[in-house]
């Protein structure tokens, strides 16, 4: 009878070990899974990884593990899965810039917004690669080299009003720093949306900087493009958006590791209670 005892206790402990190692490795399988998406995320995107890795959840539920893509995000769906090509004017999601807050309405009764596409300080509105980006710096230079006020000519800048509350080139930032904006003068679509600013450190530094014309911050160049619902007007297409994949992958990873993640635990519990091999 007591040999039973001492059998039913041995079991008993045995049990009780192997429900903490999976338990224990329940825990560690789901930060681990969590962990391979984030690093899958940043070694194959960019600018999107941080809307990517912010719409996954991943959790564990009576040692199931699910894995969630916050369906409202339409971006890290499409980054997921990928997208065919679509017009900016009116992408997949229905939210596009003309219906967002800085959307305004033409003259002609049209809508339009002007939106940022590059920002780089020096003399380059990045990207700049290839052929492609030494012909725009050569006509930015061939712009620039011609006199600022020539009569009957456009000349090569045309200075713009400091204004406050302006997104992308506000006249004044927190902190009380200021912005000098100005556009280049040109009527050439590649390089007709560029605008150059420069940031002093507050109005003090403004005014001894112009009047002395020493010590001037480097130029930031930023690349403006106009969408507007004028039929007339030229559409933006975006050429689409190739799927990452990484839910699969990280299937097909995750079988392969949840063997080895619960053999090794399972074994760290019994050795703790003295019955590991």
């Given at each position: 009878m007591q040999e039973l005892v001492q059998i039913a206790f041995f079991m008993q402990q045995y049990v009780t070990a192997v429900q903490s190692g999976i338990m224990r490795a329940s825990m560690e399988f789901r930060d681990l899974v969590e962990q391979h998406i984030?690093?899958?995320?940043?070694?194959?995107?960019?600018?999107?990884?941080?809307?990517?890795?912010?719409?996954?959840?991943?959790?564990?539920?009576?040692?199931?593990?699910?894995?969630?893509?916050?369906?409202?995000?339409?971006?890290?769906?499409?980054?997921?899965?990928?997208?065919?090509?679509?017009?900016?004017?009116?992408?997949?999601?229905?939210?596009?810039?003309?219906?967002?807050?800085?959307?305004?309405?033409?003259?002609?009764?049209?809508?339009?917004?002007?939106?940022?596409?590059?920002?780089?300080?020096?003399?380059?509105?990045?990207?700049?690669?290839?052929?492609?980006?030494?012909?725009?710096q050569e006509k930015i230079n061939a712009v620039m080299k011609r006199p600022q006020i020539v009569p009957g000519r456009m000349g090569n800048i045309s200075q713009l009003h400091t204004k406050m509350g302006n997104k992308y080139l506000p006249g004044v930032l927190p902190g009380g720093q200021i912005v000098e904006s100005q556009k280049l003068a040109t009527d050439d679509p590649e390089i007709s949306g560029l605008y150059r600013s420069r940031i002093f450190a507050n109005s003090q530094e403004f005014h001894a900087k112009q009047e002395s014309k020493r010590g001037m911050p480097k130029w930031l160049l930023t690349m403006f493009r106009t969408m507007s619902d004028n039929p007339l007007s030229k559409h933006w297409l975006h050429p689409g958006i190739v799927g990452v994949r990484i839910f699969p992958d990280t299937e097909q990873w995750a079988n392969m590791a949840l063997g080895p993640i619960l053999e090794k635990n399972i074994n760290e519990a019994l050795q703790k209670m003295g019955l590991g091999r």
């Open positions: 984030e690093t899958q995320a940043k070694s194959k995107l960019h600018s999107t990884k941080e809307n990517y890795i912010n719409a996954i959840n991943v959790s564990m539920e009576s040692y199931v593990l699910i894995v969630e893509m916050d369906k409202d995000n339409w971006l890290a769906c499409a980054t997921e899965e990928g997208v065919k090509g679509f017009d900016m004017n009116n992408p997949p999601n229905g939210k596009g810039a003309l219906s967002g807050p800085n959307a305004k309405m033409g003259k002609n009764g049209y809508k339009y917004v002007r939106i940022p596409i590059g920002k780089e300080a020096g003399a380059k509105p990045g990207p700049m690669v290839g052929d492609r980006g030494k012909r725009i």
